[in-house]
């Protein structure tokens, strides 16, 4: 008997109907970019649709996130001010504990999330604590508590570090805990590959290393099995939810992490990912809104629970469209 699969697609509401992979707002997490200053709202020159906002400014995007039904940011800070310690990121009057008090007025109901890393924050760009042209893993790990102690100070819901030091999430853990924070959950960029997609959000976070690279702590692309190494670490020293970056050519790692922990998977569709489509539209060459939509549901269908996308807010109204 011939098999009449094509049934199933004769009309769109039934290719609706059958639909198994279906994207809602409550599926998107969107980043947003805090500077100091007022009244500014800068839009990011690699990142078309994108802005640098001052605190002032907050209002406007958050108010555009809650109307689409987004329930989540996450939130970069760039600092006046750096050192070789990255002072700036864990003062009490920082430019993200700022942003997070300032939010949390506008609405209880968002979820904030935080980065936690040095790369903004350091004069030499690099994620941890350098000695002799050394990231220093283990007295990294100090600073980064201080950091993730000094946002969930101010009001956040949740802690993501980024920098890829061994321990980081069991250190960050035991401070947040040891204060007085155990609700404060921790959402571990887990398998972060040292990407050739990152080059817009290092301009946008103005985060470039100064020297040297960041191969000796993020993750070889051509590597699986060690990222499936990395998540379980992660998930054993506290991590509520891991996260997989970048997201389009890392599918495979996002199956396999889904197939193989029973914890939320995050998946970051990152800056790269994002200005390659913008680029080809502007070219006219692809149809931007038909493209964005289709590798966002390529990621949940590979087994994100959430997607961290600057096509957010875009793709919430595309679907309500």
């Known amino acids: ?55 002032d400014r907050l209002p406007e995007i958050i108010a555009e996130v809650m109307e689409v039904g987004i329930r989540g940011v996450i939130l970069f800070g760039l600092p006046d001010f750096k050192d070789e310690i990255g002072t700036s990121a864990w003062i009490e009057d920082g430019i993200v504990q700022r942003a997070v008090k300032k939010i949390k007025e ?12 040095m790369c903004q924050y350091t004069n030499h760009g690099h994620c941890g604590i350098i000695h002799d042209g050394i990231i220093e ?11 993730a102690l000094s946002h969930a100070r101010a009001g956040a819901d949740m802690v993501a570090p980024s920098d890829m030091m061994d321990g980081r ?14 609700q404060v959950s921790i ?7 040292s990407s050739a997609f990152y080059g817009p959000f290092r301009e946008a976070a103005h985060s470039a290393p ?35 970056k970048p997201a389009l050519s890392y599918l495979d790692v996002i199956r396999w992490a ?42 949940k269908r590979a087994g994100a629970d959430i997607i961290i996308t600057y096509y957010a807010i875009d793709a919430c109204k595309w679907i309500m469209d």
Request: hydrophobic fraction near 40%; include cysteine; charge should be negative.
């Open 210 to 244: 100064q020297f040297g690279d960041r191969k000796t702590y993020q993750m070889d692309p051509g590597n699986i099995r060690q990222a499936m190494r990395e998540i379980e670490d992660d998930i054993n020293e506290g991590a509520d939810i891991v996260m997989i």
């Open 1 to 55: 008997m011939l098999n009449r699969h094509r049934r199933l697609r004769t009309n769109s509401a039934i290719r609706d109907l059958v639909r198994e992979t279906v994207l809602t707002p409550m599926d998107f997490i969107f980043p947003i970019f805090v500077i100091e200053g007022e009244n500014k709202k800068v839009e990011i020159s690699s990142m078309p649709g994108n802005y640098h906002y001052s605190i």
């Open 169 to 182: 999430v069991g250190a960050i853990r035991k401070v947040l805990d040891g204060n007085g924070y155990p």
């Open 106 to 117: 506008l609405s209880k109901d968002i979820l904030v999330i935080t980065d936690i890393c």
């Open 258 to 299: 889904k197939d193989k922990f029973d914890v939320p998977v995050a998946a970051y569709s990152v800056s790269g990912e994002f200005a390659m489509i913008k680029a080809a539209s502007e070219k006219g060459v692809i149809n931007e809104r038909a493209m964005a939509m289709e590798i966002l549901t390529s990621i």
């Open 187 to 193: 959402m571990a960029y887990s398998a972060k590959y």
């Open 137 to 147: 893993n283990d007295e990294t790990l100090e600073y980064l508590g201080k950091i």
